[in-house]
């Protein structure tokens, strides 16, 4: 069984990248592939790149290539949900893509041929990772993350996301296409965001601070207790 732990930002993967034993670099499709040993796991560490596409194609890599049996998804996210603040953990339990749109054809956020628009998280992986999100940090949040290929950075946009998508806590940019490669491959899929930004007029400004003061280092102590649980 190979985890991989994909990351959004460099920033992020550092840490663990620190950490990994037995470290073999591979470099195919533009991205930088890190086998190795985390925690007495075999694992592989790669950047997802930022957005759909770019996620779609490292989950498809990371299952066709570089023998990955399951998918943890490290990252920061924008917090839209009534009540979720700068420095929440979201552990998503179901990923929607906000900016599919095939209507009429198709219902609105449906995955065409698919029948659904919610794609939902591995439980056992999900429970690991709010376990780990308990002892590193506080009480997670456990809920709808939302994907689209836009840094939603205005009180307008994401007010309209919150009263079309009420259940959305979070919102990024790869998640739910993670999930669609996930649901094809049939392979478990857990998601965990630090909330970095509001998603509001100042998301530009707190995202990067967030990320390099917070983000980063939780991410690597949360995956990595959760690797370490028995
Ligand atoms: N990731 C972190 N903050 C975000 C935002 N405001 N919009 C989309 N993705 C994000």
């Known amino acids: 069984m190979t985890l991989a732990i994909v990351s959004a930002m460099p920033e992020e993967q550092a840490a ?28 592989v ?14 989950a498809t890599l990371l299952l066709q290539r570089h023998g990955a049996t399951a998918l943890l998804f ?33 219902p609105r956020w449906e995955l065409p041929g698919r029948g659904v628009s919610r794609l939902a998280a591995d439980a056992a992986w999900s429970r690991r990772l709010a376990d780990a999100v308990r002892r590193e ?3 997670p949040l456990e809920g709808l993350i939302v994907s689209g290929d836009r840094f939603v950075s205005s009180a307008a946009e ?8 009420p259940e959305a806590l979070a919102v990024d940019m790869e998640s739910a296409a993670v999930a669609q490669v ?9 998601v965990v965001r630090a909330v970095s930004d509001r998603a509001d007029d100042d998301a530009h400004v707190d995202f990067p601070r967030f990320l390099n003061e917070v983000a980063a280092p939780l991410a690597a102590r949360i995956v990595e207790s959760a690797l370490s649980a028995p």
């Not at 996210?77 to 009534?82: E, K, L, Q, S, V």
């Not at 996930?182 to 857990?190: I, K, N, S, Y």
């Open 158 to 165: 994401s007010t309209r996301l919150q009263r079309e998508l």
């Open 45 to 58: 560490l790669v950047l997802s790149g930022i957005g759909k596409v770019a996620a779609a194609i490292t």
């Open 74 to 106: 490290t990252g920061v996210a924008g917090g839209i949900g009534a009540g979720v603040r700068v420095g929440d953990v979201v552990v998503g339990t179901g990923f929607l893509q906000h900016d599919l749109d095939a209507s009429p054809i198709f």
């Open 182 to 190: 996930c649901l094809d491959f049939g392979v478990p899929l857990a």
């Open 16 to 43: 663990l990248l620190a950490r990994l034993q037995a470290h073999r670099r591979e470099r195919h499709a533009g991205r930088d592939w890190h086998h190795g040993r985390l925690a007495g796991r075999d694992v």
């Open 137 to 139: 940090h506080g009480e």
